[in-house]
C-alpha cells in the first residue's frame, strides 16, 4: 500500500481546504521553468556557500571550472550571486522570505556548504568538503572527502561513499550512512542509524531511542563506540575479523553466532569482554534496554527504509536465529526511496501528492456517487 509522507499529507489538506484541482498540483510543480538560470566562472581554491530559507537545494558535478545556478521562485525573488575573496555566496533576495527550489551544477573540486531552515538538501559527486545543515529536512550527500557533515533537526539523512571525518546528526528521524571509509560520527534522539560497507579508523554512534546496526570492515587497532538507551544493537563482522568486544546491557541480552571467547565471569550490568581472532580492534557497545548482537554476514534481515517503514514492519531488526525466519535479501521495494539519487526525496514528494490527490478524487467521486444513489 501507498503511505504518503506528512509533508504530503498536509500539502494535500492544505490543497483540498483551498477547492483546488489537486491532480494537476505536483505535475505542474515538476514541470515548472527556473526564473533564474546563471553560470559563472569559478577559480581553484574557491568555496560555495547557498543559503535557503525555505525550498530545495540539489547540486550536481560536472568537469567544468564554472557555476551554473538555475532556480524557480515567485517573481519578486532574485538570486544573488556574489562572490567577496574565495567565497562564492548564493542567496535569494527580495520581498519577504519565500520558497526557493535550486538546481546547481558545480566543479567536483569545489568545497560546498548548504544551510536553511525548512530545506531538503541533496549532494552528489563532490571530490571536497561538504556540509548540509537545515533543522526541517531531510539530507542526502553522495561522494564527499575531507570533511562530510550534515546535521538536521526534523529530517532522515543519507550518506554514501564519502571519504575522511564524516559527522550526521539528527534528532528526529534516521540516519543510514555505507561505503563510507574515515573516522566517522553519528548520532540521533529518536531514529534508527544504519551502517553498511563501512571501514572506519574511529567509530563513534549514539542514539537514545533507536536501533543500531553496523556492517562491515575492521580496520586493525580501530575503536567503535556503539551505544543505545533503548534499542538493539546488531554488530555484522566476518568470522575471520580481529577484534575485541566489550559488552553492557541492562535490561537485554546478548547473543553471537560469531565464534567468540568469553574473558573473565559475565554478569547482568557488568561489563562482559568477548574476542574474535587475535582482538586487535576493539568495539565498546552498550545498551540499557535492548539486546546487543553479533552477527556472521547473512544471516540477518536487510534493513527497511525510514522509521515509518520499521512502524509498520517491526521485525525489521529481527534476527532470523530467534524468529526461525529465513535469511532475506533487500529488494527494491524494502529501501528508502531516497537513496536512489539526490533528486528522488522531492520526486517521491510530489508522488506522494499525485497519489493522494488521485486517492482524494476517487474518493470524492465514490461519495458524489453514493449521494446520488448510483
Request: charged share 20%; hydrophobic share 35%; aromatic share 4%.
Amino acid at each position: 500500500m501507498f503511505r504518503t509522507s506528512r509533508p504530503a499529507c498536509i500539502a494535500v489538506a492544505f490543497v483540498v481546504a483551498l477547492g483546488l484541482p489537486l491532480a494537476g498540483t505536483a505535475q505542474e510543480r515538476a514541470s515548472r521553468q527556473p526564473q533564474t538560470d546563471r553560470t559563472v566562472t569559478v577559480t581553484k581554491g574557491s568555496r560555495l556557500t547557498v543559503s535557503n530559507m525555505a525550498g530545495e537545494v540539489v547540486l550536481r558535478t560536472w568537469d567544468r571550472d564554472s557555476l551554473r545556478v538555475q532556480a524557480s521562485h515567485p517573481p519578486r525573488i532574485t538570486i544573488d550571486i556574489q562572490t567577496t575573496g574565495n567565497i562564492v555566496a548564493v542567496k535569494a533576495k527580495g520581498g519577504p522570505p519565500q520558497a526557493v527550489d535550486y538546481e546547481i551544477t558545480a566543479p567536483t573540486w569545489l568545497p560546498v556548504k548548504v544551510s536553511g531552515q525548512f530545506i531538503y538538501i541533496g549532494i552528489e559527486g563532490v571530490q571536497n568538503e561538504v556540509s548540509a545543515e537545515t533543522v526541517r529536512g531531510d539530507i542526502v550527500v553522495k561522494g564527499g572527502s575531507g570533511s562530510v557533515t550534515a546535521k538536521t533537526i526534523e529530517g532522515e539523512i543519507i550518506v554514501e561513499d564519502a571519504k575522511g571525518r564524516i559527522n550526521a546528526s539528527s534528532v528526529n528521524e534516521g540516519i543510514r550512512i555505507s561505503g563510507a571509509n574515515g573516522d566517522v560520527t553519528a548520532d540521533s534522539t529518536n531514529g534508527d542509524i544504519i551502517l553498511t560497507k563501512v571501514e572506519a579508523r574511529s567509530l563513534e554512534v549514539t542514539t537514545v531511542n533507536g536501533d543500531i546496526r553496523f556492517e562491515g570492515a575492521i580496520a586493525p587497532g580501530s575503536m567503535q563506540r556503539i551505544s543505545t538507551h533503548n534499542g538493539d544493537i546488531t554488530v555484522i563482522v566476518p568470522e575471520t575479523a580481529n577484534a575485541t568486544f566489550t559488552v553492557r546491557t541492562y535490561n537485554g541480552d546478548f547473543n553471537s553466532n560469531l565464534p567468540v571467547k568469553t574473558v573473565g565471569e559475565v554478569r547482568r550490568g557488568r561489563r562482559a569482554t568477548y574476542t574474535l581472532g587475535t582482538g586487535n580492534a576493539e568495539f565498546e557497545l552498550e545498551s540499557f534496554g535492548g539486546t546487543v548482537r553479533l552477527r556472521k554476514p547473512g544471516t540477518v534481515p536487510a534493513p527497511r527504509g525510514r522509521q515509518s517503514d520499521k512502524d509498520h514492519h517491526p521485525d525489521q531488526f529481527e534476527d532470523p536465529a530467534e524468529s526461525g525466519a529465513a535469511e532475506t535479501e533487500a529488494t527494491s521495494g524494502d529501501q528508502s526511496a531516497r537513496s536512489a539519487d539526490i533528486g528522488s526525496t522531492r520526486d517521491a514528494r510530489s508522488a506522494g501528492v499525485a497519489a493522494a490527490a488521485t486517492a482524494v478524487t476517487v474518493s470524492a467521486t465514490a461519495t458524489t456517487a453514493k449521494l446520488h444513489g448510483s
